[in-house]
């Protein structure tokens, strides 16, 4: 049976990959109308990994005999400025995840749920990987700056990359 305060921090961490799901996909859609095949390609697929990460939670919750609450979303915002905005926010959005996943171990560990901090590494593996290849991302954008041909040659590089790969060389 689930502890009250563990179920609840689970039930938060639900929303938390819910919204990101949604975040990714209000970008991936932005980038689509940008005509950016690539980097739209890319955010879709984020999004549903975002996706299977909270319908694990739901599962995990509802096996261990707590209850799953399916949380009502904030509306993600409608545009963005450029795929330099759109990969810095993600950045910064994957950071903030990974911290509500160390909050979730550290309320596993003074309440001394071990079956479920066992199940939240697969998170912390997860959340260093994400971090890793947006940070990739990012570094890659900076090199390319505002010009033309290598963003275009960037968002034809995502299109082959999918967010469970190695971040690009
Ligand atoms: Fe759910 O993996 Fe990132 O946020």
Same mark, same amino acid.
């Given at each position: 049976?689930?502890? +009250?305060?563990?179920? !609840?921090?689970? =039930?938060?961490?639900?929303?938390?990959?819910?919204? !990101?799901?949604?975040?990714?996909?209000?970008?991936?859609?932005?980038? +689509? &109308?940008?005509?950016?095949?690539?980097?739209?390609?890319?955010?879709?697929?984020? !999004? #549903?990994?975002?996706?299977?990460? %909270?319908?694990?939670?739901?599962? /995990?919750? =509802?096996?261990?005999?707590?209850? @799953?609450?399916?949380? *009502?979303?904030?509306?993600?915002?409608?545009?963005? *400025? !450029?795929?330099?905005?759109? /990969?810095?926010?993600?950045?910064?959005?994957?950071?903030?995840?990974? =911290?509500?996943?160390? $909050?979730?171990?550290?309320?596993?560990?003074? $309440?001394?749920?071990?079956?479920?901090? =066992? /199940? %939240?590494?697969?998170?912390? @593996?997860?959340?260093?990987?994400?971090?890793? &290849?947006?940070?990739?991302?990012? #570094?890659?954008?900076? %090199?390319?700056?505002?010009?033309?041909?290598?963003?275009?040659? /960037?968002?034809? #590089?995502?299109?082959?990359?999918?967010? $469970? #790969?190695?971040?690009?060389?």
């Amino acid at each position: 049976m689930l502890n +009250e305060k563990v179920e !609840s921090a689970l =039930n938060h961490q639900i929303k938390i990959e819910a919204q !990101s799901s949604q975040f990714y996909l209000a970008m991936a859609s932005w980038a +689509e &109308t940008e005509g950016l095949v690539g980097t739209a390609k890319f955010l879709y697929e984020h !999004s #549903d990994e975002e996706r299977q990460h %909270m319908l694990k939670l739901i599962k /995990f919750v =509802n096996e261990r005999g707590g209850k @799953a609450l399916i949380p *009502e979303l904030e509306a993600p915002p409608e545009d963005f *400025e !450029s795929i330099v905005e759109i /990969f810095k926010t993600l950045l910064q959005h994957e950071i903030k995840v990974t =911290n509500h996943v160390n $909050e979730v171990v550290d309320i596993c560990l003074s $309440e001394k749920d071990y079956t479920t901090h =066992n /199940f %939240m590494q697969w998170y912390v @593996a997860e959340q260093l990987e994400e971090e890793a &290849t947006a940070r990739t991302i990012m #570094d890659k954008l900076q %090199m390319i700056g505002n010009e033309k041909a290598g963003l275009y040659l /960037f968002d034809r #590089d995502l299109e082959n990359l999918t967010p $469970e #790969d190695q971040p690009l060389e």
